[in-house]
């Protein structure tokens, strides 16, 4: 713990002599859930992960119904299956919920996440090129998924975004190397 | 007592949809709709679930599905079972034309909230109405009061050799469909017409939802969203074959008393063949 302070401080007082800051490498998501005018809407539930050119997937975020009538329960896990593909890579070896991961559904807007390196869920990634996936899921809706390429670690900071067409507006990574 | 009261007593068996139809999808699904054998049988599934014929949800209880053959005469569900998530039951066809497969219910509901601001409803959640309990368990007078007289009707139709048009007449109680366009020919590419009643009267402003089958298997709902003109009527043409949910509301305000708010829901399964 120490150490790790002190190493940080050591950083920081060379970030402030000449060139790199040293902020940890950072990946930002936004999320656009568009405000959808039916008779009967739920919040969708919303997976985020990225996968590596293997196809080996990190699970970032998901959110769905974590209560019942205010209780915490699992009974919210019957739909995790509808996000086809979040299921399919990730959700059916995985034990949910999961901390850091695991979220309640979220309003119609836009919603930002961080992920730094090293820390959980990330965890350090290698060099490399990446896909940033998002799939939506909502009940007596639609499904849709999102894909955004990006290579880690980002030279500069970069944006890149993708725009879904119904279940999702647009979903934009910003990467802070 | 009125005839409305009657209505509801003999429904009170009638399976309870949900309450909280919302979300709830209910519906029967016939193995075939249109049928030529001398010795003509259907099997049909009763289901609630969200995703359109995919039984994961519920079963739907038998008891109070009614069938009537051509002649008018009801028939017997035989070899019905309820599994955990669908109820399966026969139909015979002995006679030629088209049959009526249907569960209906309709009577009197009330929501209010108390000084303490407490939801109150009657009958409660999964409780069956007895109407002589109106005036003993609803307030005169109360915040937010809402009583209303509700219908619902859930059908589907089948045809052995050629169709009839006896079922098709209207009870002229709660909201439904007659059918202008046959139910048992309906081909895709085609424009298919149906008239709602509220009644018996004609229902303007029938919000109505219409979703093929097999939604496990796209991306969205794919609904026809209609409403119903002047008329009652509504047209449709059909995508493409396969079976269909249709699933209608209505509510006014033309209400009998007590009620001040009558409202209907209607819903069908047809099926469409290609061309």
Redesign the interface.
């Known amino acids: 713990m120490r150490s790790r302070l002190l190493v940080s401080s050591l950083f920081t007082a060379m970030a402030l002599i000449p060139v790199t800051p040293a902020i940890a490498d950072e990946l930002t998501v936004s999320v656009e859930l568009p405000v959808l005018e039916v ?2 809407y ?1 919040e969708p539930y919303v997976a985020l992960w990225i996968e590596n050119e293997k196809g080996e997937s990190t699970n970032l975020a998901v959110w769905y119904q974590l209560e019942e009538r205010g209780q915490k329960s699992d009974k919210g896990e019957e739909w995790l299956k509808d996000m086809r593909q979040w299921w399919r890579r990730i959700g059916r070896d995985t034990d949910m919920p999961v901390d850091g991961v695991s979220g309640a559904t979220r309003a119609p807007g836009k919603h930002t996440v961080t992920f730094t390196e090293g820390k959980a869920p990330l965890g350090k990634l290698k060099n490399g090129n990446y896909v940033l996936i998002v799939e939506a899921a909502r ?6 998924v999102v894909k955004v390429p990006f290579t880690w670690p980002a030279k500069a900071a970069a944006n890149q975004s993708a725009k879904g067409s ?1 279940e999702l507006g647009e979903v934009k990574l910003s990467l802070t190397p | 007592m009125n005839h409305f009261f009657k209505t509801t007593f003999c429904t009170a068996l009638v399976i309870c949809l949900p309450l909280t139809a ?2 709830h ?1 209910a519906w029967l699904l016939p193995s075939a709709t249109v049928l030529s054998s001398d010795d003509a049988w259907v099997s049909i599934d009763a289901a609630v679930s ?1 995703d359109i014929f995919h039984a994961d949800h519920a079963p739907m209880r038998t008891e109070g599905i009614v069938v009537t053959a051509p002649d008018g005469a009801t028939l017997p569900v035989q070899n019905a079972v309820t599994g955990k998530f669908r109820s399966v039951f026969d139909v015979q066809l002995p006679q030629k034309g088209t049959y009526k497969i249907a569960v209906a219910s309709s009577g009197l509901m009330a929501r209010w909230e108390t000084e303490t601001g407490e939801r109150k409803m009657w009958p409660g959640r999964g409780e069956k109405a007895n109407p002589a309990d109106f005036d003993k368990m609803v307030p005169k007078q109360a915040k937010n009061l809402e009583v209303s007289q509700f219908s619902r009707r859930m059908e589907t139709f089948v045809t052995s050799g050629s169709p009839t048009e006896s079922v098709l007449k209207a009870t002229k109680q709660g909201l439904e469909l007659i059918p202008v366009t046959h139910p048992n020919d309906l081909f895709s590419g085609e424009a298919a017409s149906f008239q709602f009643l509220i009644d018996g009267k004609p229902a303007v402003g029938v ?1 109505v ?1 219409i979703i093929p089958g097999g939604m496990r298997y796209r ?3 794919a609904a026809i969203e209609v409403e119903s003109d002047k008329k009652g009527n509504i047209s449709v043409t059909w995508p493409q074959a396969g079976m269909y949910w249709l699933n209608a509301n209505y509510r006014d305000e033309k209400a009998k008393k007590p009620a001040t708010v009558r409202s209907g829901s209607y819903a069908a399964t047809f099926e469409v063949l290609p061309e």
């Open positions: 008779a009967e739920h009940e007596v809706g639609g499904r849709e119904k | 919302q979300a999808r969200n919000k939802t991306n969205e709902q």
